[in-house]
């Protein structure tokens, strides 16, 4: 089995095997305008409701209509990939719309990004976008977090090949997350970093010690954001065959308060129905 992988990485790296997005870097209107009053409060009340699809999806929609207005609003998109990401984990009903979810999230992100000159000029002269994050500063880092986590949502959907082909690119986005602003979106970095490491096979920078010890390091710090506990059972516990530790994190998910972190309460509940559904499945993951 180890020969036939490491076959199928060796032709890929030649033939170039795996899927491509097309980036949204470059993708920057003109100076804009004020955002409109009345559209602003029709987002707001939309978002506040995101529990319910299709005001998540009104969101999204209102909100666009405000980046056009104003193209230089980092906090409507950073809103935006994270509601498109929030559809992709909790709301898609095919294949497609999972890829598609998780690309628009993945691209507002990106036009975050873009609106750092010396990022965009070093993307511009062409380079590849991760060898741009040195450019990068804090003020990017809601950008370049959502980019990675819709991004590799999308990748992982793809399949193995197309893993394989972003890994260098995810890597080094999350690791410029963890040295600009570890504890960023509930130490998204220590979370991102776990699923890696877990998720990569070892030939290809997979070390399950790490992936362990950035899981607990991202719980130590929000131990109660369910997505860390999620990703830890479903990618690190599997993959270690460890059962035990595997229905313990998904429990305490499926038992616990959905609301101790106010601003996350509708991506905690479709974790809570994630780890009550993977808790179903136990026996398929499990010699």
Not at 19 to 34: I, S, T
Not at 171 to 182: G, H, Q, T, W
Not at 189 to 215: E, Q, T, V
């Amino acid at each position: 089995m180890l020969r036939r992988t490491l076959l199928l990485l060796a032709a890929c790296t030649a033939l170039g095997c795996g899927a491509k997005r097309n980036m949204a870097y470059l993708e920057q209107p003109g100076a804009g305008q004020a955002a409109d009053a009345a559209i602003l409060s029709q987002a707001q009340e939309a978002w506040n409701a995101r529990e319910d699809r299709n005001s998540l999806q009104e969101a999204m929609t209102l909100y666009a209509k405000l980046v056009e207005q104003d193209p230089n609003n980092r906090g409507h998109m950073e809103i935006l990939a994270r509601g498109y990401y929030l559809l992709g984990v909790g709301h898609a009903d095919s294949q497609e719309e999972l890829l598609a979810y998780y690309d628009a999230g993945a691209r507002w992100g990106e036009r975050i990004l873009g609106l750092n000159d010396a990022f965009r000029a070093c993307v511009e002269a062409g380079s590849k976008d991760y060898q741009c994050l040195e450019h990068a500063t804090a003020e990017d880092v809601p950008g370049i977090y959502w980019a990675y986590s819709n991004h590799g949502k999308w990748a992982v959907a793809m399949g193995f090949a197309t893993v394989l082909k972003h890994k260098n690119k995810l890597k080094a986005f999350i690791d410029r997350v963890y040295e600009l602003d570890p504890d960023y979106y509930y130490a998204a970095a220590d979370r991102g970093l776990g699923a890696y490491y877990a998720k990569a096979p070892s030939f290809a920078g997979g070390d399950l010690d790490l992936a362990r010890k950035h899981f607990e390091e991202s719980l130590a710090a929000a131990p109660d954001y369910f997505g860390t506990k999620v990703l830890m059972a479903e990618y690190y516990c599997v993959k270690t065959q460890d059962k035990q530790l595997f229905t313990q994190l998904l429990t305490e998910v499926s038992q616990g308060d959905p609301e101790i972190y106010p601003d996350v309460v509708a991506i905690q509940k479709l974790e809570q129905q994630n780890a009550r559904d993977l808790l179903a499945k136990a026996d398929d993951f499990f010699e």
